[in-house]
Structure formats: structure tokens, C-alpha cells
């Protein structure tokens, strides 16, 4: 939207979740996890803060994702309350709608599907036939489709997946992505993190503190 503040003409290509999957819930972010974990910590430390805590503290993984995903869902409601404040009504989807009526706004246009780049300052969209991370919803009103358009410039900003290694593609129960990692059904015996940057460490310290191996 910044680029269209400068008259310029601006369109963005989306097919799966046009605000992203984070604000969806689905997500459960490492620095949540990790301030439970710190939580968690403090208590199992308690006599070092000169504290005497009796019984003991076990980490419920269940309440552990539901609270990650409350606090999602209270986000999503405070957007969904601002929006109504300023009148923007019929949101079935807030975060999808609410980003739909920022574009419209400021005059952005909406492409649903997958762009490929052709050569410079061309790219053709046509339907995506890969899954969705997450389970879709409505696809934004008065939208542009399938077909070639042409720009000046183009701005690759297409975020993440994980990368799947050859012998060990993911399975969802003995070899995770950070999706799985990031709502776990219940804590691992043992669990090997592959990776040491910012979000692998987080994991790591995450379940360590939970007690795991």
C-alpha cells in the first residue's frame, strides 16, 4: 500500500490467505511458547527468587495452544472491532475482508492465483493447484483473475514454506515442520531440532524447558 501513497499503480498477488495464516490462529508462534516456557522456568527456580512453590508444575500442552490460539482470536477481535467502529460491516473473514478494504481503499488491486514471473515486467496467473497451508476462506470480492499482466516493477514478497529434505519428507507425526511443531497434539519423549537459527533455538528451548528430551 506504501507504493500506492506515491501514485503509482499497485496490484498484489495472493492465493491462498490474503492477511497471511498468523492472524488465523493456526499458527503458534515461538515467542508464545517461549514466554510460557519462561513462565515455567521461574517456577521450577522459585527457591533462587527466595520462594517456596509446593506440589508440582507440569506444563498442559492442550491449555498451552489454546491460549496461543485465544490470544489470535482476541487479535482478530480487536481488528474486528476497529473495523466496526469505522463502520466497515459484513466481515465474515476480518483480517481476509479487513486487508481487502485497505487495498480497495487506497486503490490496490486484488489478483487471485499463482503468478509466475515470464520475463521482465510480465508475469501470467493462473489457478493454483497446490494445497492450502490452512483451510481457505471466501476469495475477496470484485477481484482480477487468471491471465498476463505487466508492470514496471515487481516485488517478490512470497514468505516461507518448509523445506523438505530428500529421506526425510515430513509426515505430521514422527518427522515435523515448524507446523506441527508450533500446536503439538502432545509433548515428544524426544525430539531432534534441525536448524540453529533464531526460530530452531526458540523450538529447542521451548521443550527442553517442557522436559523434553
Known sequence: MAQSYDVMKVAVVEREHLAGIAPTGAAFPPRRCCATADVLHTAQHAKDYGLTLEGSIKPDVKAIVDRSRGIAHRMNNGVGFLFKKNKVRGIAHRMNNGVGFLFKKNKVDIIWGEAKITKPGEIVVSKTQKKPVE??????????????????????????????LPGIEPDGKLIWTYFEAMKPEELPKSLLVMGSGAIGIEFASFYRTMGVD
Open 135 to 164: 483451510p481457505m476462506g471466501p476469495v475477496p470480492k470484485n477481484t482480477l483473475g487468471e491471465g498476463t499482466y505487466t508492470a514496471k516493477h515487481i516485488i517478490v514478497a512470497t514468505g516461507a514454506r518448509p523445506r523438505s
